[in-house]
């Protein structure tokens, strides 16, 4: 724990720089409607509508900026300042991002847009969070137990079995002091290995380069889940049209669910938030 601060300003970053080739369509998943609006207007929703943020900033994929512009006006978003084009890979969206906050004594909240139920008492949360804590992680404990595997002579075959009580799921947003999480990225960038072998959330480059850091953890929700895979289309459209959505402040907050989030590990393919979405 470090020292108490004083309030900074919050800029939520919504993270939709990728195209989620494996939702199954032939748009980017974060422009697939659910419960009469897109994914990425959900995302951005629950930051513009939360108390204790600030600004907002979107980063799109490219050639998609356009349409993120156009639903950030259909909806009169007002803490939204810009919407950015984001890189190749994950780690190359969020530091564009980190980028155009150069300057700014801030706190930064980094979500997947692929996440379209963030729940406001998250957010509160992890905005107190940073008062006492210079990183901060949202996660829930796994209820499945996960196995390591190494490759066998006829396929993967398991090698270790860790402590459940031992695993928990990231989620996101995940949350910084912006200074760190520079500090973290410019170490990154400058190490020669990093392209071949990179994080697959901001959290892991905060340990991986700034291991003395501690990452604080937040509960997350199991109705916090990733929009990955086609069938994860259908339970975030039934759990929004059931009142679970970015603006209802739904109260599951124990993050004690029965496992069903779909797709909420750390994988990813389309490089828009982490973990990746």
Request: hydrophobic share 35%; proline share 6%; with cysteine.
């Amino acid at each position: 724990m470090t020292a108490r601060e004083p309030h900074r300003r919050a800029v939520g970053v919504v993270l939709a720089g990728g195209v989620g080739q494996r939702v199954g369509r032939g748009t980017p998943k974060q422009l697939i409607e659910i419960a009469g609006k897109t994914i990425l207007e959900h995302a951005i929703a629950a930051f513009d509508t939360a108390p204790e943020i600030d600004e907002v900033i979107v980063m799109m994929a490219p050639g998609f900026t356009g349409e993120a512009e156009r639903l950030v006006a259909r909806n009169g978003f007002t803490k939204v300042s810009r919407v950015l084009e984001g890189g190749a890979s994950r780690t190359e969206t969020t530091w564009r991002a980190l980028r155009a906050l150069d300057g700014q004594d801030c706190d930064v909240l980094l979500h997947d847009a692929a996440r379209p139920l963030l729940e406001p008492r998250i957010i509160t949360e992890c905005v107190a969070a940073l008062r006492t804590h210079a990183a901060v992680e949202v996660a829930i404990p796994s209820s499945d137990t996960v196995v390591v595997t190494t490759p066998g002579p006829y396929g993967e075959v398991v090698s270790e079995v860790p402590d459940r009580a031992r695993i928990w799921r990231a989620q996101t947003p995940q949350c910084f002091r912006l200074p760190l999480i520079r500090e973290a990225y410019e170490r990154a960038f400058a190490d020669p290995g990093f392209a071949g072998r990179q994080a697959t959330d901001d959290c892991g480059v905060v340990l991986r380069y700034l291991p003395d850091v501690p990452i604080h953890i937040v509960p997350g929700s199991e109705r916090n889940m990733k929009v990955t895979h086609p069938v994860d289309v259908l339970v975030a459209e039934t759990l929004l049209r059931l009142g679970h959505g970015s603006g209802s402040g739904s109260g599951d907050n124990d993050g004690s669910g029965d496992g069903s989030e779909s797709g909420s590990g750390s994988e990813s393919d389309d490089g828009s938030g982490g973990p990746d979405s």
